[in-house]
């Protein structure tokens, strides 16, 4: 059973530009979770999509946002892109909430640079 | 709200000597917990994950946590510790039902592994 998958692994991007980062879940999730991981600021929850609808937001600005397609795979985009925006993006995955029991799956994440 | 805290940002042991990584909790209510590895420019693997079943959960690669409400903890234990071991340990808590899949990250624990 494959994990769950992101793209691109590394990129580079510079201050203005925006960028889309793609996440596939693992056959049958249905919740994908975004994560923002940067030196400073550790593990931060950025929103939480659960049959297309978002269930969860997190404390970022509106320049972060979302979606869930039909087929449960995710996209997140960043718009006006900032220096402290540089970070390793990770997707999660689960059948259902965590504090159901459910096991949350990450994948290895998108690093994230702007120049 | 729900909070965690990892009490120790580095701790380094001995091969073969017992591995303790402590973490505290703050819940309102009957909580979720975690503990993921992160091993260098990886994603996140679940070790182990308690909820509300047996108070002392066993993990993969011979790790395991108890969780003690009276105190709010659920630290980790390994009886001996491998090189491999060497990572960042995060302990996790699930926020309130009413937030789904959203999860709280310590800011994590260095584990270094001498020979």
């Known amino acids: 059973k494959a994990g769950v998958t992101q793209t691109p692994r590394y990129l580079i991007k510079t201050r203005g530009q925006q960028v889309t980062l793609s996440c596939s879940p693992i056959s049958g999730h249905r919740s994908v979770s975004w994560y923002q991981q940067t030196p400073g600021q550790g593990l931060q929850f950025l929103f939480e999509?659960?049959?297309?609808?978002?269930?969860n937001k997190g404390n970022f600005p509106g320049r972060f946002s979302g979606r869930q397609f039909s087929n449960s795979r995710s996209e997140m985009n960043v718009s006006t892109l900032e220096l402290g925006d540089s970070a390793l993006y990770l997707c999660a995955s689960s059948s259902g909430t965590a504090n159901s029991g459910n096991t949350i799956y990450f994948g290895e994440g998108s690093w994230l640079t702007v120049v | 709200a729900q909070s965690v805290t990892q009490l120790d940002s580095h701790v380094s042991v001995s091969e073969g000597t017992p591995v303790l990584l402590r973490c505290n909790y703050s819940s309102s209510y009957s909580p979720s917990l975690f503990w993921y590895v992160q091993h260098p420019n990886k994603g996140l693997q679940l070790l182990l994950k308690?909820?509300?079943?047996?108070?002392l959960v066993k993990g993969i690669n011979g790790f395991e946590a108890e969780f003690k409400k009276s105190e709010t903890s659920f630290h980790l234990t390994k009886p001996s510790a491998h090189m491999s071991d060497a990572a960042e340990y995060f302990c996790?808590?699930?926020?309130?039902?009413?937030?789904?899949?959203?999860?709280?990250f310590g800011q994590g624990t260095e584990l270094s592994v001498k020979p």
């Open positions: 996790v808590v699930s926020d309130s039902i009413l937030q789904g899949g959203k999860l709280i």
């Open positions: 999509y659960f049959s297309e609808t978002q269930r």
């Open positions: 308690y909820t509300s079943a047996a108070t």
